[in-house]
T-cell receptor, first 117, second 113 residues
């Protein structure tokens, strides 16, 4: 139980294009999902909190117009990196928290490695 | 907001030795403290966690201690093995409903045989 998937696992795109990353909870409903970014040899940095049916809450310094988050259902959240630039190249990891979870850990997806040329 | 400090950034031990990683947090409202192990290019894997109503928790070779007064928690790995080599992250949760995790900067543990 508590499996989270991400798609794609890796993507290479040209500068200026947009990339969509999907995060799915496969066997549970996730009212809340989180998006993290991890640069090489660094820690996971929380980008935003995604709540089903409402607007995402972004961390300070994260541009909401550049990183569009949509949590349209209880099993799917998407992160769209708009007008991607080389500095956006990173490892993007989502995590999900189930409806029944109370003060328990998050379940992480396998991550998406984005490379912007 | 919450800030989590983690030390050391790198740790090298001989197989069979113990390893200790320490973290401090700033927000007294934090009430959940997990530890993750991450291998290169993979997702973080939860190895142990502790909640604020408990002072210590152990799972085989791994233990975590929490000092709420001092706002610090530690990971203890005994009888280390080469497969324990990885990056370890501590984290603290903030808020009540969201449980967003704030991570420490990580500790690269190397266990040599």
């Amino acid at each position: 139980g508590a499996v989270v998937s991400q798609h794609p696992s890796w993507v290479i795109c040209k500068s200026g294009t947009s990339v969509k990353i999907e995060c799915r909870s496969l066997d549970f409903q996730a009212t809340t999902m989180f998006w993290y970014r991890q640069f090489p040899k660094q820690s996971l940095m929380l980008m935003a909190t995604s709540n089903e049916g409402s607007k995402a809450t972004y961390e300070q310094g994260v541009e909401k117009d550049k990183f569009l988050i949509n949590h349209a259902s209880l099993t799917l959240s998407t992160l769209t990196v708009t007008s991607a630039h080389p500095e956006d190249s990173s490892f993007y990891i989502c995590s999900a928290r189930g409806e029944q979870a109370v003060l328990v850990g998050q379940f992480f997806g396998p991550g998406t490695r984005l490379t912007v040329l | 907001g919450e800030n989590v400090e983690q030390h050391p950034s790198t740790l090298s031990v001989q197989e069979g030795d113990s390893a200790v990683i320490k973290c401090t947090y700033s927000d007294s409202a934090s009430n959940y403290f997990p530890w993750y192990k991450q291998e290169l290019g993979k997702r973080p894997q939860l190895i142990i966690d502790i909640r604020s109503n408990v002072g210590e928790k152990k799972d085989q070779r791994i233990a975590v201690t929490l000092n709420k007064t001092a706002k610090h928690f530690s990971l203890h790995i005994t009888e280390t093995q080469p497969e324990d080599s990885a990056v370890y992250f501590c984290a603290a949760s903030i808020g009540q409903a969201g449980t967003a995790l704030i991570f420490g900067k990580g500790t690269t543990l190397s266990v040599s045989s």
